[in-house]
């Protein structure tokens, strides 16, 4: 297994999460490796196009920063496609994600959850274990997650034409087979944002218990 924590390498904020990250996980025996994250000033919507990747499906709305939105997807899209060449399952990690517990060795189909809900509202699966989505019909965050190959095929090829904010592509109208595995043994402890402003970060868990501790930040 790989493991990677996606870095804005030339953001020292986010390098200095990502190492909590890394941290939390050698508690448990898990080495991870940075993964330097695409940012705006790589100009993602060329990227999009030369990757043959259509970006249509991005909704401009007035919470988020576009180019933030596209950058991160084609972050996890690039590993993604590293994972579909292999034969080794990866666990993707954003961040500002802390690892609580030992990660799960149960057998999952091709796309599992370990994060918790990080933003909205959402509903406790019901077994412990491996799931079926169930918290929402899409991942409840994209700051955790297992990998294998065969799924990572599935996910690039469906880009090519339902690319969208990470999280939501992840959803069951898409990928029926996702999954989740609870309890969640990754949490997001977030204090700042890249991508949403004031209007979009108000859902996030972290933002209502510290919302004047936030910080808002341009990559």
């Known amino acids: 297994m790989k493991s990677f924590v996606i870095t804005i390498t030339d953001l020292p904020l986010s390098v200095k999460v990502a190492e909590r990250c890394m941290s939390s996980a050698d508690k448990f025996g898990l080495k991870t490796e940075i993964f330097p994250a695409i940012t705006p000033k790589q100009k993602p919507k060329e990227l999009f196009n030369k990757l043959g990747l259509n970006y249509s499906?991005?909704?401009?709305?007035?919470?988020?920063?576009p180019e933030n939105v596209l950058s991160t997807f084609l972050s996890h899209y690039k590993l993604w496609n590293l994972c579909a060449q292999g034969k080794e399952i990866y666990t993707i990690f954003e961040h500002d994600a802390v690892i609580l517990n030992e990660l799960p060795k149960a057998n999952f189909q091709g796309c599992m959850n370990i994060g918790a809900p990080s933003y909205g509202k959402w509903k406790s699966p019901k077994l412990f274990g491996v799931n079926p989505l169930t918290s929402k019909p899409y991942f409840p965050g994209a700051h955790a997650y297992m990998?294998?190959?065969?799924?990572?095929?599935?996910?690039?090829?469906?880009?090519?034409?339902?690319?969208m904010a990470t999280d939501v592509f992840l959803q069951l109208s898409l990928?029926?087979?996702?999954?989740?595995?609870?309890?969640?043994?990754?949490?997001?402890?977030?204090?700042?944002?890249?991508?949403?402003?004031?209007?979009?970060?108000q859902a996030k868990h972290n933002y209502k218990k510290n919302p004047t501790q936030y910080e808002f930040l341009k990559v």
């Open 57 to 65: 499906r991005f909704k401009e709305d007035t919470g988020s920063r």
């Open 147 to 163: 990998l294998k190959p065969n799924a990572a095929k599935k996910l690039c090829e469906t880009a090519k034409t339902h690319a």
């Open 175 to 201: 990928f029926p087979w996702l999954e989740e595995y609870y309890p969640w043994p990754v949490t997001a402890k977030d204090t700042f944002t890249t991508i949403q402003n004031k209007t979009g970060v």
